[in-house]
């Protein structure tokens, strides 16, 4: 059985930091590209950040260039994204999703149940 399970989220204040974690189950982690995405209420999911087991390659959107990075750890299929000088705006329900081989993500092959964040002004 395949599962993407999203973890880590809560409530911090801006200027805060959290560790979001992806564990990954059921299909052969090297070979996929895991990514975030989030969606705030009202507004469209959005991608966040990807990054591919398969070929290395990673990328974020622009607003957390420089405050989020990704990573992941093939020991654990696990993928990890750290948060940091959070804003309001970062407020959502953060998703990571898998997709074969390389970034970005475009539809998703495997997608997991979403981790809340809030952050407060």
């Known amino acids: 059985e395949v599962q993407l399970q999203a973890s880590g989220g809560g409530l911090v204040q801006a200027g805060g930091s959290l560790r979001l974690s992806c564990v990954a189950s059921?299909?052969?982690?090297?070979?996929?590209?895991i990514g975030w995405f989030r969606q705030a209420p009202g507004k469209e999911r959005e991608g966040v950040s990807c990054?591919?087991?398969?070929?290395?390659?990673?990328n974020y959107r622009d607003s957390v260039k420089g405050r989020f990075t990704i990573s992941t750890d093939i020991s654990k299929n696990t993928v990890y994204l750290q948060m940091n000088s959070l804003k309001p705006e970062d407020t959502a329900v953060y998703y990571c999703?898998?997709?074969?081989?390389?970034?970005?993500?475009?539809?998703?092959?495997?997608w997991g149940k979403g981790t809340q964040v809030t952050v407060s002004s």
């Open positions: 059921g299909f052969t982690f090297d070979d996929y590209a």
């Open positions: 990054i591919s087991n398969y070929d290395g390659s990673r």
């Open positions: 999703a898998a997709e074969l081989y390389s970034c970005p993500i475009i539809k998703g092959d495997y």
